[in-house]
């Protein structure tokens, strides 16, 4: 459970990381676009805890690639649309882009995701393990609560509002 609450939060504050500098190269303006108000970006922690569930298939890069492609497309289309049906909110548009499905994935999005895949199973999985060796299960559990409090923190405050 503590490596899965590593990966989740790990990869969720990577996912917001990574969405400000694709922001600010398309835009040129720093901002964040997320659901929540904190440095996180839950779809990237979800993806990523999906693909650990290929993990079988490690060795060997291409099915990782193109299993992540397609997990986290569908992810990607699916979160889209639930925002949008039940909270009215459409937070992307690759309306226009190449091979775009409702403009809420596209053959370019599920690419960099399917590169996310592999980012996740050659660099962040091994990264938490490294973590889990280095430090306590205490220190570690410690971190976990006080991530889950403000992400808690987060979600009440957004659904307040």
């Known amino acids: 459970m503590i490596k899965i609450g590593l990966l ?62 397609l997990i986290t497309g569908i992810l990607e289309y699916t979160s889209g649309l639930f925002l949008l049906k039940v909270f009215k909110m459409r937070l992307w548009d690759y309306t226009g882009r190449l091979f775009n499905i409702d403009g809420l994935v596209c053959l370019l999005s599920a690419f960099c995701f399917g590169i996310g895949g592999l980012i996740v199973t050659y660099l962040f999985e091994p990264l938490v393990n490294k973590i889990l060796q280095v430090f306590s299960k205490e220190k570690i559990t410690k971190l976990l609560n006080i991530l889950n409090n403000l992400f808690i923190g987060d979600i009440i405050a957004t659904a307040l509002n």
């Open 8 to 69: 989740f939060y790990l990869s969720s504050i990577f996912g917001y990381i990574y969405e400000l500098i694709l922001c600010y190269i398309n835009t040129g303006k720093i901002f964040s676009h997320g659901f929540l108000s904190g440095p996180w970006l839950p779809i990237y922690g979800i993806g990523s805890l999906l693909i650990l569930l290929i993990n079988k298939y490690k060795d060997k890069p291409l099915i990782i690639f193109t299993l992540s492609f």
